[in-house]
Structures are given as C-alpha cells and as structure tokens.
C-alpha cells in the first residue's frame, strides 16, 4: 500500500514534467508569440469556431517561477485562447489568468487536469484532494454574440479514495454566475 501511495505521488510530476508535443499544431510556431515571457506552456489543443468557419488555439501556461516557487505561494496560471482570421494570421481572443488553479491548490497533487477543445468548446479539467478527491469541469462554448467563449457548465464531483461505495455528491455551480440578458447565456469568464 506505502508503494502505490508513493507511485501515485509520482505520476503526476512525471507526466507534467514531459515536454508538450506541439508539432500536431502546426500554427504553434505563431501561437507561441502570445505567450508572455516567464512563462511556459504546460497544455495545448485546438479546435473550431463553426460561426465563425475559422480555428482556434487554447493554452494553458505556467509561470516560470512556479518551481522554485513555496506551496504556500499562489502564483497565477494564465488560459489564453488564440483565434484564426480568414488569412489564418492569429490574434488573441482572450486570457484568463484565474481559470487555473495554482500549482498548490490541489491538495497533495497539482490540480491541473488537460485540456480538450473541441467544436466551440473548450473542456478545463482540474482534481485534487488527498482521502477524498474531487474534481472539477468548466465548459466554455463559442457564443458568436458575444465572439467569446462563455461558461456552459461547471460542475464538481468526486469520491473518498478509501471508501469508493461512500456517496459522494455531484454539484453544478453554473447558477452562481450571473447570467447575461442579451445572450442568454452566464457570465463572461475571458478577459482581454
């Protein structure tokens, strides 16, 4: 049992701690000047906007000082979303930089999940937790009124890691923001 709670101390450090494959991406060579210096990128993918028949580029990105960084600091991860003109030259449709919980906000691990975009959508994974574990998804769609992505979905789940019987409850926290009246839709989380 101490070795398998060891392993799983080390799979994610070993996983996170690779190099992002970036040569599937090949407008990452222009993508890359988007991200600030001091940073690094930890998670890439692609996707496409069907409103606007174009692609887009999401990144997740860690702050260098990260690693020298104690766990008690909170040092901001940054989410940047790239979008494609009809020339295929890139311009920045939005940055989060509190998307992304810290590098220590995840209990024993980092809380950083992946992730997945998809056709106007971008899927935010995140996990933490120790005994018992949780984990978090926000969604965000492609609204062409607002030419953002927006949240869709939020929602929180998890399990006690010594009891995998014991109820555990699923929470969606999209009521908690604001909805708004000209698309119908909830709260805005990108900033420019």
Known sequence: MRYLAILCMLIPSMLFGQRIDTSAIPQ???AKKFIPAGYSLIDISTGNISAAKTTFIVMALENDEEDTASMFQEIPRTLM???ADKKGHLSLLARNDSAILCK???GMVDPFG???AEKDKII???YGGSRERW????????SATAHTFVLSKDD???FDSLNLDAPFPSISYLHLWQPLPDIGRYKVLWEE
């Open 135 to 142: 984990t978090r998804t926000a969604e965000f769609t492609y």
């Open 156 to 158: 929180m789940g998890g």
């Open 81 to 83: 979303v790239v979008m």
């Open 124 to 126: 935010l994974s995140q």
């Open 114 to 116: 992946g992730l997945t």
């Open 104 to 106: 220590h906000c995840g």
């Open 28 to 30: 990452y060579r222009e």
